[in-house]
């Protein structure tokens, strides 16, 4: 499906809503999530973390954050560029945790064979 200015638009819009109020994300997700995925680029991108950085704010329980920041460096895991962006974010999740802001969780990992 290819993404026509208007969905670029919309998104772009929600966008600039969440920068000056962060819990519009997570009251219109659905609808930005599935923009997100046809317009792509640095825009979805932006939509991504005005998410993560909603759940930070007012995280609905504990591994919301964290999953949603993991969701993040596996879909840019191959864009450089972006995981330059990104990084930052887990830097302050990192920070927020270690005040006891975020609750502190732990990522299971799949058993992996020993070397």
């Known amino acids: 499906m290819a993404s026509g200015k208007?969905?670029?638009?919309?998104l772009a819009a929600?966008?600039?809503r969440c920068d000056s109020d962060?819990?519009?994300a997570l009251e219109?997700?659905?609808d930005g999530d599935a923009l997100a995925l046809d317009v792509g680029g640095e825009l979805a991108l932006r939509w991504r973390i005005a998410v993560?950085?909603?759940?930070?704010a007012d995280p609905p329980d504990g591994d919301a954050v964290r999953e949603a920041y993991g969701e993040i460096v596996d879909r840019y895991r191959d864009d450089p560029?972006?995981?330059a962006i990104v990084r930052p974010l887990g830097d302050e999740i990192r920070q927020l945790e270690a005040a006891g802001s975020l609750p502190s969780t732990l990522v299971a990992r799949s058993d992996r064979k020993r070397k």
């Open 14 to 16: 929600l966008v600039e």
């Open 52 to 56: 993560v950085r909603a759940l930070m």
């Open 28 to 30: 219109v997700r659905a």
């Open 81 to 83: 560029a972006s995981l």
């Open 22 to 24: 962060v819990a519009h």
């Open 6 to 10: 208007g969905d670029s638009a919309r």
